[in-house]
């Protein structure tokens, strides 16, 4: 009796591949059913809303029943009042973070992997990790009690003869405020993904290194930052996809009427009118508008990062 050839995978049909990885892998594709359904319900689905940008959006006629008014709403941020305003004060905010911020988990993560005692450096990595738990409105709380008048900052300054600062009530000071409590909560939480990129550097170069003579200065110019170079090329590249967005809710407890000028960002302005004036259909031609920014800039920045090195998101 002759046996049957087996048959090889590429015999086989791109259906029969499917449901055989399906009867094989079934559990773990049980376990990512939840995880689909969470971004096609409330990532994908919400999608169709979109519509009403380019409609004159009534809750009463729905969104097919609301007139078409094509890039009406468009045409009104790109040519309000506001328009090159909030441009101006998301991007410098976000360029601010980018310089100072992004480095910061970085430079944490190559410190931290210079410590020896590890008793030192769990406390230390402890304390830095802490503030990324704190709420938002404890930290927007504690820049209040900081920074007001008669708060600890300005009594340390008045030590040294310097008179009250109205920190929160003068534009010229929001966004360093704002990036630099940033800085303080993310800090700790960011240097995580670098932490583990230096654990996985092949330990065998370190060795090599230093028979070479190589100092630890050395070592972490020429090993360790190369190592963890694609990590933090595909991290910048994220942080590119987010230069015009800046979470509304810092920014709703810290901002005041008399710092709407270095203050008042895109994700405000959309809450003010959106939630505020009701102005739906505006407010979702502007959160479009945001997003397809974003999009252009994260595919730019990836389009770059693989014309001028290895590293890519995609």
Excluded: C
């Excluded at 995978?9 to 892998?25: A, V």
């Excluded at 609301?66 to 309000?80: A, L």
């Excluded at 328009?83 to 480095?103: A, E, K, S």
């Excluded at 709380?141 to 300054?157: A, K, P, T, V, Y």
Aim: positive net charge.
């Amino acid at each position: 009796m002759k046996k049957r050839p087996l048959r090889s995978r590429t015999d086989l049909t791109t259906g029969q591949i499917i449901r055989k990885d399906l009867r094989r892998n079934w559990i773990i594709y049980l376990m990512a059913l939840p995880v689909i359904a969470y971004y096609l319900i409330f990532h994908y689905g919400p999608m169709y809303g979109l519509l009403i940008a380019f409609k004159d959006y009534s809750p009463a006629q729905g969104i097919w029943g609301s007139p078409w008014v094509g890039f009406k709403h468009f045409d009104s941020f790109f040519n309000g009042i506001y328009f090159w305003r909030l441009i101006r004060n998301t991007v410098l905010i976000n360029v601010y973070d980018l310089l100072f911020g992004f480095p910061a988990a970085i430079l944490l993560a190559l410190l931290l992997n210079e410590i020896r005692k590890m008793a030192f450096k769990r406390f230390v990595q402890t304390i830095s990790y802490l503030p990324h738990f704190i709420s938002i409105v404890v930290v927007a709380g504690m820049m209040f009690d900081f920074l007001s008048r008669d708060g600890l900052i300005n009594q340390l300054l008045g030590f040294i003869g310097v008179d009250p600062i109205d920190f929160l009530k003068e534009a010229g000071w929001f966004r360093f405020i704002f990036v630099s409590s940033g800085i303080w909560q993310g800090i700790g939480w960011g240097s995580i993904i670098y932490l583990a990129s230096i654990a996985n550097i092949d330990p065998t170069l370190y060795e090599a290194a230093k028979i070479d003579g190589a100092s630890r200065w050395r070592q972490t110019f020429h090993i360790t930052i190369p190592g963890i170079m694609p990590t933090i090329v595909i991290m910048l590249i994220l942080n590119m996809g987010h230069m015009l967005s800046v979470g509304s809710e810092k920014v709703l407890l810290l901002y005041n009427p008399l710092t709407y000028e270095t203050a008042d960002v895109i994700s405000t302005y959309v809450y003010r009118k959106g939630i505020l004036e009701a102005s739906y259909s505006f407010t979702a031609a502007v959160g479009l508008f945001n997003s397809v920014i974003s999009l252009i800039l994260i595919v730019s920045a990836n389009a770059i990062s693989k014309r001028v090195s290895e590293n890519k998101l995609w």
